[in-house]
C-alpha cells in the first residue's frame, strides 16, 4: 500500500498562477482533508470530504477549490495563487473524522 | 479559531526523563487524538482516546482525559533522542465533520 500521495513535493509559483495540488489513497477511505500548515502553528483545515461527490469548506477556504469525482483522489485548486498562500499543504485520509487521519508527506509551496 | 492548544509550546528534556505534555479544548467531543510530526514530514497518529475513556497506554505513551475539565495530557516515558519532535492534539467537536489542531508542543531530547 502506497497510503497517501501528494504531489508534487515543492513548487514555486507567480502571483495570480493557478495551479492544482494532487492528493490520491488507496486504503478505501471515505473521509479525505486538506489543511495548511504555517510556521510554528498547528494544522487548519481548508476543505474536506465525506465521500465521493460530497465537499465542503474548512476553516480557511477562499482561494481554494476541491472536488471529489473518485473515493482515491481528491485534488486542490489554487484558483490565482497569492503570497499570503505560501504554505506546506498536508492533505489527509481516514474511515471518518473520529478515527486516525493518514497524512502524506506534504507540498511546500511558495508564492512569488 | 483553534479547539485544542498544547502547552508548553516547547519542551527540551535529557534522554531518558519524562515528557509531559497537555491539550485544552473548548466543545464537548467524541474523541481527541495525538499525533508526531518530525520536522519537514507528515504527521503520524500515535493514539486515539474516547470521551468515555479516562486512560490509554500504548508503548511508552500514556494519554489522559478529563471531560469535566476539557483537557488530555500525553505521557512520554523514558524518552529517546527519536521521540525529538512536535506533537499536536486534534479533537473533533460533535456537531460537524471537521477535525481541530492544536499549535503544538515542540518537544527536544538531548543525549
Known amino acids: 500500500n502506497a497510503g497517501v500521495t501528494q504531489t508534487p513535493k515543492f513548487q514555486v509559483l507567480k502571483t495570480g498562477q493557478s495551479m492544482t495540488l494532487q492528493c490520491a489513497q488507496d486504503?478505501?477511505?471515505?473521509?479525505m482533508s486538506w489543511y495548511r500548515q504555517d510556521p510554528g502553528m498547528g494544522l487548519r483545515l481548508i476543505h474536506y470530504?465525506?465521500?465521493?461527490?460530497?465537499?465542503d469548506q474548512g476553516e480557511v477556504p477562499n482561494g481554494y477549490n476541491v472536488s471529489r469525482s473518485t473515493t482515491e483522489d481528491f485534488p486542490l485548486r489554487l484558483l490565482s495563487a497569492a503570497p499570503s498562500q505560501t504554505s506546506v499543504y498536508f492533505c489527509?485520509?481516514?474511515?471518518?473524522?473520529?478515527?486516525?487521519?493518514?497524512f502524506g508527506d506534504g507540498t511546500r509551496l511558495s508564492i512569488l | 479559531s483553534q479547539q485544542g492548544e498544547e502547552d508548553p509550546q516547547a519542551l527540551s528534556i535529557q534522554e531518558g526523563e519524562n515528557a509531559t505534555m497537555n491539550c485544552s479544548y473548548k466543545?464537548?467531543?467524541?474523541?481527541l487524538q495525538w499525533y508526531r510530526q518530525n520536522s519537514g514530514r507528515g504527521l503520524v497518529h500515535l493514539i486515539l482516546?474516547?470521551?468515555n475513556e479516562r486512560e490509554k497506554h500504548s508503548g511508552r505513551l500514556r494519554v489522559t482525559l478529563d471531560t469535566s475539565k476539557k483537557s488530555s495530557s500525553l505521557l512520554i516515558t523514558a524518552s529517546r533522542a527519536a521521540d525529538t519532535a512536535s506533537y499536536f492534539c486534534?479533537?473533533?467537536?460533535?456537531?460537524?465533520?471537521?477535525?481541530?489542531w492544536g499549535a503544538g508542543t515542540k518537544l527536544i531530547i538531548k543525549p
Open positions: 486504503m478505501n477511505h471515505e473521509y
Open positions: 470530504s465525506v465521500g465521493a461527490g460530497i465537499t
Open positions: 486534534a479533537t473533533d467537536a460533535r456537531s460537524n465533520y471537521q477535525l481541530i
Open positions: 489527509a485520509s481516514s474511515y471518518g473524522v473520529a478515527e486516525p487521519q493518514h
Open positions: 466543545t464537548s467531543i467524541n474523541n
Open positions: 482516546i474516547r470521551s
